[in-house]
């Protein structure tokens, strides 16, 4: 049937976050939106994730923490995903509390979009996130 694809998404935590809520939510969110999504859930090993990635082949990956160590663990992560040739189209972003300052230390910032993210999201800026999200191209299907 003609119509409209839009964006599939990876939803993920990082490796040392078992939070579920926030995974839950971003999944329910998106789909409310329209899109397709895979939630890898907490936890997530990088490795998960990178052959997640590569078999899916999302438009958007979104990883998602509230323990506080989402900076540490999102670097490591985006420097392997971007390592791959194949997923330089796919846009990136983490966001939720990724440090105990929040985004106001700018240092973090700054080496999380360097890495690789297109987007670095503070804790519950859902307006921003849909925003970003609603930008995303979108596919004919017939």
Not at 82 to 106: S, Y
Request: with cysteine; charged share 20%.
């Amino acid at each position: 049937m003609p119509g409209i694809h839009l964006p599939s998404v990876l939803v993920t935590g990082t490796s040392s976050d078992a939070h579920t809520w926030n995974l839950v939510f971003l999944q329910l969110l998106l789909e409310e939106w329209g899109h397709d999504v895979i939630n890898l859930g907490p936890c997530a090993p990088d490795e998960l994730v990178l052959r997640s990635a590569l078999e899916y082949r999302p438009e958007l990956l979104v990883v998602s923490s509230v323990n506080g160590h989402g900076h540490r663990d999102g670097l490591r992560l985006v420097r392997t995903l971007r390592a791959h040739p194949e997923l330089a189209g796919t846009t990136m972003v983490i966001g939720g509390k990724l440090g105990t300052e929040g985004l106001r230390d700018l240092g973090q910032l700054r080496r999380l979009l360097e890495a690789g993210y297109d987007r670095v999201f503070d804790d519950g800026n859902v307006a921003a996130f849909h925003d970003l999200v609603s930008r995303l191209p979108v596919r004919a299907v017939s």
